[in-house]
Structures are given as C-alpha cells and as structure tokens.
C-alpha cells in the first residue's frame, strides 16, 4: 500500500505565494514521476506540474514562471512553490505519484487533496 499525505494548502491574498508538499511512504518501489493536478469546482482535474526522474518538468500554460515543481527523491517528496498567485489558482490540489512495481507494472497513486483558495 502507498500513501501520499499532502499539506501546505490554504486561503492567501492574490499575489501571495503559498508551497505545498507531498510525502510518499509505504511499498514504494521505485518512482519514476511525480506531480500535481487541480481541480476548481465545475471543472475538470488538471495538470498543473509533473516531473520525471530524467529531470524533465512540464507546467500548466496558466502556472508558468510563476509555480515550481522540485523533489527530494531521500524523502519521496514532492513539492509546489506557487507564486504570484491569482483568483482562478483556487482549487483542490492533488499530488500523483508514478511508481513501477518489480513486475515491471506501474501505478499511479493520488493523495487525498489539499485546498488552495485565493482571494482578490
């Protein structure tokens, strides 16, 4: 079994930044991806960064130059510095984590969310 315990949400003023963090633990084999997706009310989850274990990163067109997605592979965490923060960031946050079992399968985890909200 895999958790992911997510923290670091929580209610700022736009412009404000906020980090979020995600700890993995339990029977984690090895990890080959982890990010995060959003989900405001009424929409759909969406990437907002991810990274792999080449050093590869992708973000969100909307999140660009203003988040940033970072790991601590010893701790099996995963962190979200957001910056510069907006209104329309408001969302639940969610970890996801990518792990390849020693079958070779892999699986994605999700932790349980962490709610963002800004204020204008």
């Known amino acids: 079994q895999v958790q992911l315990v ?8 736009a412009g404000g930044s906020l980090s979020l963090s995600c ?5 984690i084999f090895s990890i080959i991806a982890m990010g995060w997706y959003r989900q405001a009310p009424g929409k759909q ?15 969100a067109d909307s999140v660009k130059g203003r988040f940033t997605i970072s790991r601590d592979n010893a701790k099996n965490t995963v962190y979200l510095q ?11 946050y969610y ?4 792990a390849v079992h020693p079958t070779g399968a892999a699986y994605d985890y999700w932790g349980q969310g962490t709610q963002v909200t800004i204020s204008s």
């Open 6 to 13: 997510e923290s670091g949400g929580g209610l700022v003023q």
């Open 23 to 27: 700890a993995a633990s339990g029977s």
């Open 45 to 59: 989850r969406e990437l907002v960064a991810d990274g792999n274990n080449g050093g590869s990163t992708r973000y």
């Open 82 to 92: 957001m910056s510069s923060l907006k209104p329309e960031d408001t969302a639940v």
């Open 95 to 98: 970890c996801t984590i990518r």
